[in-house]
């Protein structure tokens, strides 16, 4: 049996006490708004979308975790999710966008010619690592 699939959200983990600043952030720094927000099983849910892009924040757990590191390299944890890529037109200006609105990178601008891309690495208030990658069709069958 073949399965197709679609690509419907990325969930992320916070604190209560962070919920509301993480809506805030994607809100002011990439353009999300919150479409549904609701307690269920004793966690808050807030999605949020951009377009066809949805994000759920869950938010159950008071533990925080550490932050990754400044650079992108220095994140990767074999233990979790490590980053999830949202696609933009411009690269160049989606980075100068996010710096004026006092987000830095910790990864890139760099190509990739494996994947025919550029792409970017940002991280949100709590610490997830977003890559942006200059959409266009990838080189290879391989994605970011």
């Known amino acids: ?4 699939f679609l690509h419907d959200h990325v969930g992320i983990s916070v604190t209560p006490d962070d919920l509301d600043a993480t809506v ?12 549904q927000r609701f307690e269920a099983h004793g966690t808050t849910f807030a999605f949020l979308a951009n377009g066809p892009v949805r994000i759920e924040l869950l938010a159950g757990a008071s533990r925080r975790h550490p932050a ?7 994140s990767l944890d074999p233990e979790r999710l490590h980053h999830f890529c ?5 690269l160049d200006a989606a980075v100068a966008g996010l710096r004026e609105r006092g987000v830095e990178l910790i990864g890139g601008p760099m190509e990739v010619p494996a994947i025919g891309r550029r792409i970017a690495f940002v991280t949100d208030n709590v610490g997830t690592v977003i890559e ?13």
């Open 132 to 144: 942006l990658a200059e959409s266009g069709p990838p080189t290879s069958g391989a994605r970011g």
């Open 24 to 35: 805030r952030w994607y809100a002011d720094h990439l353009g999300f708004v919150l479409d």
């Open 68 to 74: 990754p590191a400044g650079d992108v390299l220095e």
């Open 86 to 90: 949202l696609a933009v037109e411009d």
């Open 1 to 4: 049996m073949t399965m197709t």
